[in-house]
């Protein structure tokens, strides 16, 4: 349950981040996740050197873990994060209460290995996807239903 509430939060914030089109872009007060390591740090300012970390995927945004701690991010960003969770004052404490700690998770994760083939009408997907990563949620991006 407390991976769900977790998740949930989570998910609020990177559902806000795609929706208002910052998910994919570094903004001041921000904490960058290295690639592939639970290493982060907070961008003081935006320059072209992180820009171009940015954009080879040597770097992601990233979204909160909920728990006990402070949120890691500053300015905007932080005031943004806060409105979105604002609501779910229940989750937060309980989260807090059972002694979770505040951590962070890239809100983009890189897709590798990816290979596919087509017999008749069956598509074939092979691909590899960084731990915490779920395959539903890349398919769910790349197939329209309706």
Not at 54 to 69: A, F, K, V
Not at 81 to 104: D, F
Request: aromatic share 8%.
């Amino acid at each position: 349950m407390l991976s769900a509430a977790r998740s949930l939060l989570f998910n609020r914030v990177l559902a806000f981040r795609v929706t208002s089109g910052s998910w994919n872009t570094p903004l001041l007060g921000e904490r960058l996740m290295l690639d592939g390591s639970r290493s982060s740090f907070l961008a003081e300012q935006i320059d072209s050197e992180l820009e171009q970390r940015y954009h080879s995927m040597d770097i992601h945004t990233s979204g909160p873990l909920w728990g006990q701690g402070d949120v890691m991010i500053s300015g905007k960003i932080a005031e943004m994060e806060a409105a979105v969770v604002e609501n779910e004052a229940l989750l937060r404490e309980g989260l807090e209460r059972y002694g979770l700690k505040m951590e962070r998770r890239a809100l983009r994760m890189p897709v590798s290995d990816l290979n596919w083939s087509i017999q008749g009408t069956r598509l074939t997907l092979e691909f590899s996807l960084p731990k915490g990563s779920f395959a539903t949620s890349l398919l769910r991006e790349c197939i329209s239903y309706s």
